[in-house]
C-alpha cells in the first residue's frame, strides 16, 4: 500500500481557487489577467480565492516584489480570502512529498548533466539513464532527483481549451522534482501547496498548460486529488513577444481602463469604463457575469496598448 498524508486534511468541496505569482518583478498585464479570471471565477461560484507567493526559487526572487505585486492587487480591488501564503515557509511539506515518493521508489537521484547528456547525443526527453541509481551509494549532494513517470496515456479536459492527452515517458520523460542546487521544482512544490490548500479549481495562464499532467501524476502518486484546470490565453504584444516579467512588459496601472481592458481580453461582455462609478462597481458587475465559457478557446491573443 502507499503512504499517504491526505488523511491529514480533509479536501475542501467547496470552491477553492487561487493566485500564485513568482515574486520576479511587478504585477503586469499578463499576470493581472491570470488574477482576474481566477478570482471572477472563484467569486463567481460563490468560492475562496487565495494569493500565494511563489518565492521557492530564491535566486529569482527580486526584493520587494512581493509587496508591490499585492499593493497592486489591492490597488485593483481584489479582496484575498486567509493570509498571505509563501512557499519559502513550506519546505517541510515539501521535504515529506518527497519522502514519501523515495520511500514508495518513484523518484531516483540524477546525476547527469546538461553537458554530459548532450555529449551523449541526449538533447531532447531525458532517457532515465540514472534509474537504476540506488540512494544508498549517493555519497554526495551533487545530484537531482527525478520522478519515475508513468507509460499510460493521461488526459485532462481543460475548461477553456481542448482536451490534452500525453504519454509521460514519451512526451515529458522522467521530470526534475528536487534541482541539483536543492531546490524543490515548480512541479511539486505547487502540487503540495494546491492540496494543503485545498484548492478545488486552477485558473492560470496557458504556459502552464504543458505543466498540468505532471502535476496530475505527482498528484496521484501523493494520494491527492486533482482540481479543475482551465488555461487563459497568453496576452502577447504587437512584437509577439509573450507578456510577462521576463520581457518587461510594462507595469499596469490599476485603473478602471485597464481592469475593464483585461475583462475584455478575457471575452467578458463588458462595457466601456465610463459605465462603471468605481473599481468596486466594475467588479461587482464582473463577477456577477462572469462566464468562463466566452474566455477565447487559443494559446495566445494580441494586446495593444
Ligand atoms: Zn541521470
Known sequence: MKKTNSQHIPYQEHYRGRFAPSPSGELHFGSLLAAMASYADARHHQGDWLVRIDDIDSARVVAGSDKHILSTLEACGFQWDEGIDYQSQHIERYQHALDLLQQ??????????????????????????????????????????RLKVSN???????????????????DVGDFIIYRRDQVFSYQLSMVVDDFYSGITHVVRGYDLVDSTIKQMYLQQLLGYPTPIYA?????????????????????????????????????????????FENK??????????????????MEKQMVLY
Open 104 to 145: 514508495n521508489h518513484q523518484c531516483y537521484p540524477c546525476t547527469c548533466s546538461r553537458k554530459q547528456l548532450k555529449i551523449q547525443g541526449y538533447t531532447g526527453i531525458y532517457p532515465g539513464l540514472c534509474r537504476a541509481n540506488d540512494w544508498a551509494t549517493m555519497k554526495h549532494n551533487n545530484y537531482a532527483i
Open 152 to 170: 499510460k496515456q493521461m488526459g485532462f479536459t481543460d475548461r477553456i481549451q481542448q482536451e490534452h492527452q500525453q504519454i509521460l515517458s514519451q
Open 231 to 275: 488555461h487563459i490565453p497568453l496576452a502577447i504584444s504587437p512584437q509577439a513577444l509573450k507578456l510577462s516579467k521576463l520581457s518587461q512588459a510594462k507595469k499596469i496601472t490599476c485603473d478602471l481602463k485597464t481592469l475593464v481592458q483585461a475583462a475584455q481580453f478575457l471575452g467578458q461582455k463588458i462595457l466601456i469604463d465610463t459605465d
Open 280 to 297: 468596486n462597481d466594475f467588479w461587482q458587475y464582473l463577477i456577477r457575469h462572469w462566464d468562463i465559457n466566452t474566455v477565447p478557446r
